[in-house]
């Protein structure tokens, strides 16, 4: 298995653009996580999913992020309208098992986002 | 609510000579407790993780963490650093309530030098 997916590697866009972060998370993993890592926040948890359903969002900081996951091998990070502070990695992690002690997460590469 | 701290932002050790990475945590219950590494430009990396059973857990490229209960930490080690272990390391606890989710600390950056 190639493991989490994610693209793209970079984006650079401008403040207030619409961007479009993709992760394909390993196939047969029930459950998806988006995270974000800054140098003032460290890593942070966004949304997670568990078999297409968003569970818990209360990591996402404003009305301009939302995330989608419409089939179980795909899911988005979307903001709109982008701003300065949304600069940083975003991480995507599947994992097979969300029961608290059960396998580790796998995390994609990242997508570090500057904006402008 | 479940939290780790990790009370270093960097430590600084000679090829060579043991190393430790720090990570102290706050939670109700029995902890399942993980170390994830961050190489340059790269992905978070599974190193180890502490569920049950005996506290001295081994892991991956030689590393080691030691749960102690007591003081309530879970401290990452290495005999002998190696140049190629410098890297960002994360002590992390997994939410049982919440599906499993896991609560990072701040990250530590380990520079190994020779």
């Known amino acids: 298995d190639a493991g989490v997916i994610q693209s793209p590697r970079h984006e650079v866009t401008e403040m207030g653009q619409e961007v479009t972060l993709r992760c394909k998370p390993i196939?047969?993993?029930?459950?998806l996580f988006w995270y974000r890592q800054t140098m003032m926040r460290g890593l942070e948890l966004l949304i997670y999913f568990n078999n297409n359903v968003p569970i818990d969002d209360s990591g996402m900081p404003e009305d301009r992020f939302s995330a989608k996951m419409p089939n179980a091998s795909f899911s988005t990070l979307k903001i709109q309208p982008s701003e300065p502070r949304d600069s940083a990695v975003y991480f995507c992690?599947?994992?097979?098992?969300?029961?608290?002690?059960?396998?580790?997460?796998?995390f994609g590469p990242g997508t570090r986002l500057t904006v402008l | 609510a479940q939290s780790v701290a990790q009370p270093e932002d960097q430590v600084n050790v000679a090829e060579g000579n043991p190393l430790t990475v720090k990570c102290t945590y706050s939670v109700s219950g029995n902890p399942y407790l993980f170390w994830y590494v961050q190489y340059p430009n790269r992905g978070l990396q599974f190193l180890l993780k502490?569920?049950?059973?005996?506290?001295l857990v081994k892991g991956s490229y030689g590393f080691e963490a030691e749960f102690n209960k007591s003081q309530t930490s879970f401290h990452l080690k290495k005999p002998s650093a190696l140049v190629s272990d410098s890297a960002l390391y994360f002590c992390a606890v997994r939410d049982k309530d919440q599906g499993g989710k896991l609560i990072f600390g701040q990250g530590t950056e380990l520079s190994v030098k020779p």
């Open positions: 992690a599947s994992s097979p098992d969300g029961r608290a002690g059960g396998p580790k997460q796998f």
């Open positions: 502490y569920i049950t059973g005996d506290n």
């Open positions: 196939s047969g993993h029930d459950y």
